[in-house]
């Protein structure tokens, strides 16, 4: 997220990536563990994975259902 686990900036605008680094090196270290941890962590992985397990699941049912 930007502002919390990184900066994000413009692509081309060097001067904003200047910028962005500057302020990159002043973000709170313990908030983006915390981000990514939410977003990455195996909690997350493994409903992801479940989500997409069940999806394919149920579209290969509703094919064999249309045959």
């Known amino acids: 997220r930007d502002g919390v686990s990184g900066v994000l900036v413009e692509p081309g605008d060097w001067r904003a990536a200047a910028r962005a680094l500057r302020d990159a090196v002043r973000l709170d270290r313990a908030a983006i563990r915390r981000h990514a941890e939410e977003r990455l962590g195996l909690g ?7 989500a997409v397990s069940l999806e394919l699941t149920r579209a290969s ?4 259902l249309l045959r």
């Open 44 to 50: 997350p992985a493994v409903a992801a994975y479940e």
């Open 61 to 64: 049912a509703a094919r064999t």
